[in-house]
């Protein structure tokens, strides 16, 4: 408890007695928030607030003196004498906080004669609040879920700030009469000493609702000056804070799917990878079951790195992993009684692996690369006996696998797969000899075996061999068979028990997951949905089509049911995997689970609630209950996006998004329900039959639309719509519809405060997901320009540095943006990765094998340690005296070799180079360059000595060629031209004109580049812009003309653009050799060239129709902006480009939205709102009803919109001027409109910019 136990007394950074002192003075302060701020705005303090000061003085003092007799850590040591302690906690920016907020300030003001600020001086108690999200005692722990504390600090956050910055206002009001109360909290507040009457502050909850609502929805305008300052700080301070909390949420977000959604980047990568190469379809179906077997048990954490805790304390790394490994190493036959240190060490290297059923572990005749013990299932061992047969055997846990195999250093004689899903311990071979070797005893004994019974055993095998070499391909082959007739393509694998299951299981369907029961979830996901719909638009804008509605909801009630029915006993899976087949748990388990959400969604629950009530419920109210009840059931939405996105091979970001976005429509549908009781009374007769619709007085909709009592089924249609769009604002947080939220509107206040905070965590999520989908392409990018700064601030060559980027753009463009080594080396490689290497490299290791001659288990041993890289022309591979770790194998291209300047030989696919001979590395004799772009096979040297025989060594010693430190075939062997780098690579935009010599490719800094570059996006983007400006123009506008010259340049170029497409050229192969031709006339099969020969014809019909709105076909033009990306922006070009095209995009959608906006409120023949205004006169004295009228009969004239301030609220009005008017006053209100136009054109741009910028900070 002490670190001092002499006076003066220092207590531990973290004791008992601090512990118990932070859990009261932190109850302290919460009171201390809630209570201060509340109590001291107000004219008369209570007494009880007076005692609760003097403990809370009390409380700060005793704290501050404890903080002084606690002792602090700095660098990793205690402090333990008192005058440093003093000393360094006087330094310290927390005590200055603890002494501003413990120290009477009031006292001293009243004092020296300032008693008005004795109250408002007080709030300096508030400083320790800081103490609530700060301190030793508040540090996450380990057993703890941190969202918990990002939760908490969220809450306390946002009630400190509301609480302390609305109070703090109201009480600046006091001394600083020129701010508005009126602005800031509404008009019904009364002043700290009021002269009139008024509501008084709430003694429980002060001005914090009535601040709250008034910042979130701006009732009111500012009146001066000091109100626009005021309210600038109180932005500001606001928008920092949001920002805070925005970004630690979404932090924790990240880290928190980070694992998850890099797993399933890297299997979409991996697998697209290699089906860009044609990678073989069982092999590939191979691959994607192990891949979903380790997400079932690891949700994409990273079991291969799992020695990462070797860093941690070595208690937590033991207990972690090397209990269980050294348990079962120990338990093995081989090591019954050995030494325990040998077995720790071996525990230590081992890793853990999952493996799914039928996977191979070992094979027939190939060496094996680890020493495996199986931990958990059954793994199945087959042979041939004498007699030819093949004789299966099984194993269980604790076992180890191929023990001769791995001791005397010798192919498998027997085929290991995994009978059941599998976890094996592993440990590489190197690995297992060097620890082996650190224990000289074991060690020895290994090599007394060896030399005892090695030649036994290798007779053994040459003769098991020579009389099994026809039983090697036989059997991998029917293993082969074997397991693939036993995989589906389906997501779920048939015959091994899967832990995935629906959100129900049951007993007349089978198991909880057959065809017939994933459809069912998607069939009742749909149902959900469109039940919630329909029970919304019951309420609203479906009364009118009652019995419509009302037969949808029944059916929806009719499948609910049979749901229920179908999941009474349905099988499920148990926590520990077992399917649960017995009636009477799967009964209970349903009942213990969703039951109760599925009866309250399909039972009418207001009719139950009735049976309680001596009121009767009114229809609205009934309505509004049964869509409430019917979001019971949205947990089933949420599961069929759960169980569609558990699986590595797909996209969980798009998924989730696309969930919360459905979600979003369905909170809106239901809040406009509740929006429309509150502003629609609907009556019925005793049939049900809708007699009458009639509007609220309290109703939120904008004063400007005025609705008369009575409604009709259009003014309805109107209320439902402003009813979305004031849903939608809330989650925005918006409210640029001018609604009316008061005090008159709390519930309507409070649920779009609600939906608000739905919206604000569904952003982050999704800001969250987006971030991990596409972090993989911008760390690659971001990497390559770190490095090319770096090489310019080191002064480097600027051609090298060039040569450099080139060749980074080309692994890039050949590997699809993945880390193919690593995939195949610490992922997928440790089961696959020589039959994915075999199955790649096939050809080119026959060639190599016609040069070394040592079959086809040498040929698979040298595949699965082959290493490809990828050169551009003219590189070097390696340089003659060189030291040079591998050995290059031909596998793509051409390479040339160089001695003394003088060319040797041109080597091709299946010929090696580098050094055969020895282990030792000595300098190379000869330079490697790249004749073309080439991909060659690394393996590393000590690597292909180990694997290559004495027989192969001497067959490469007798080769004259290898002095040279190469060997090639003597026979030139024809690539496939569909296996070739250029094929494969194809793709770049290609032209040839019949003038020019040769094709021009869009490469940067070409003129076909440049090209593609004005008719792709300078074209469509500048047409569509101008298309669009047509809305702002008036028709005597002389701007007419000047943008169709405009356009009409731009319809030459394009025009040029669709003839150069027949002159495009393509990469072919015919008769079995690559050749580029011409597009031509196939060019007429393309649906592309018919929109665009569209976009030339249909705005000619202007001159015969004199519809301007014919030239809206030059949008169709915007379809080239994808090829745009394509070329341009995804092939890792100029990042400028991304930038500029991704901004151009926003522009863009700012733009259409902004005309869009403009077309239907100005250019439309009717105003788009019926009875917006009952007379110009009621609604205004300044407006004479001889020159205006009203805007519902305008048929294509311009409105102009008025607004006055009344009691500081901004009042609309729309009207037209009278056609009796002379020409001039109507060319010059046109004009005025016309400027208007532009006005709230830029007005609108300004505000997107200014989003756009704050959300960018």
Known sequence: MFTNFKFPWILNPESRFGYAWHKIFYFTLCLVLYTYPINLIRPRIPEWFIFFSFWVDLAYAFDLGVSLCTAMKKRGNVTTTFYVLLFERFKSFTFILDLMSTIWIEDLAEIVGFSQYYFTLQFNRLIRIYRLFYGVYLKWEISKDPGLDIMRNLILTNIAVVVIMGHVVYELHSHLPSLSLHYFFGDQLCEKFPNVTCDEVSPFTGVTVLWYFEQIYNEYEPTNLTDVYAGTVVAYIGFCFATFLRC??????????????????????????????????????????????????????????????????????????????????????????????????????????????????????????????????????????????????????????????????????????????????????????????????????????????????????????????????????????????????????????????????????????????????????????????????????????????????????????????????????????????????????????????????????????????????????????NTICRFAHIYILFACFEYVGDLPTVNIAYIMILKWQIVNILIVFGASHYLMVNCVNFVFDEDMELIDIQRRNDCWMPKYLHQPTKLNPSQLHLIFAESLSLAESGMMKMNFGRFIINRENLGVGMLLIGIGLIIWFISCFSVTLLVLSYQGDVAYRQDVYHLETFLTSERVEKKLIQRVIAHLRYYWLRTKGSNVQEMMTDRVGILFRQDINYSFYHKTFIILDTILGGGEMMQRNLAGAAIQGFFLPDYDIFREMDLVSNVCIVHRGRVHIWQQGKRLIVLSKGDIFGQLQGTKLRPIRVTATSAEMVDLLYIDVQMFQSIITDKIRETIAKNPQHKKDFLATAKLYIENPYDTVQYLIRGCKTIKLPWSKGPCENRNRTWYSRWLFLTWFIGPCASSIIVLNFTLLPEWSILWFRFYIVLYVLDIIHLAQMVSEFLTIELVVENKKLKYKHIGLQQFKSTGFYIDFLTILLPLMTFIDNDWRFQLARLLRLRHLIDFRHHFCMKFRNSVVYAVFKLTIVVLLMHFFTCGWIIVACRHDTFPIENINKTIMESSKSIEEAEWFHTGSRKGGETVIFFEFLNGRRQFFFALKRDAVRLQVVRELQKICQILEVNLYLVSWFQSIGHMIIWWL
């Open 248 to 625: 630690k949420y979404i932090s924790y977000l990240f880290l928190r799917h980070k694992h998850i959604t890099k797993y399933q980047q890297f299997v979409t990568a991996f697998v697209d990878f290699y089906k860009c190469y044609r990678i073989n379809r069982d092999l590939l179906k191979r691959i994607n079951r192990y891949l979903i077997c380790h997400w079932k048990y690891h949700k994409g954490v990273e079991i291969i790195y799992q020695n990462s805790l070797r860093n941690e304390p070595i208690e937590v790394y033991y207990k972690a992993q090397v209990e269980v490994a050294q348990k079962i190493i120990g338990q093995c036959r081989s090591f019954q009684h050995a030494n325990p240190l040998l077995i720790r060490e071996l525990a230590y290297k081992a890793k853990f692996l999952i493996l799914p059923r039928n996977a191979i572990i070992y094979s027939f005749g190939n060496q094996c690369k680890n020493v495996t013990w199986i931990v958990e299932g059954y793994v199945k061992v087959e042979q041939y006996n004498d007699n030819g047969e093949l004789v299966p055997s099984y194993m269980t846990g604790g076992l180890m696998m191929s023990v001769c195999a791995v001791f005397f250093s010798k192919p498998s004689l027997q085929a290991y797969t995994a009978y059941t899903e599998c976890e094996v311990l592993y440990i590489p071979v190197n690995d297992f000899i060097e620890v082996y070797k650190r224990f000289k005893f074991e060690y020895s004994f290994l090599i007394t075996c060896k030399t005892e019974y090695g030649p036994e055993f290798d007779t053994m095998f040459r003769n098991n061999v020579l009389k099994h070499k026809d039983y090697q391909s036989a059997m991998r082959s029917r293993i082969q068979s074997t397991r693939m007739s036993m995989m589906t393509t389906s997501k779920v694998l048939v015959g091994f028990e899967e832990n995935r299951s629906l959100p129900f299981e049951g007993i007349f369907w089978g198991e909880p997951e057959t065809r017939f029961l994933r459809a069912w979830l998607v069939f009742r996901t749909v149902i959900v949905g469109l039940s919630i719909m329909s029970a919304s638009c019951l309420g609203g804008i479906g009364a009118v089509f009652r019995w419509t509605f009302a037969k949808i909801s029944a059916f929806c009630d009719c499948i609910a049911w049979i749901d229920i029915i179908i999941k009474l006993f349905l099988y499920y899976y148990d926590h520990r995997g077992i399917l649960i087949t017995s009636k009477r748990k799967c009964f209970f388990n349903y009942i213990s689970k969703g039951f109760i959400l599925d009866i309250i969604g399909v039972v009418p629950v207001y009719q139950i609630i009735q049976l309680f009530m001596t009121q009767t419920i009114s229809i609205d109210n009934c309505l509004l209950m």
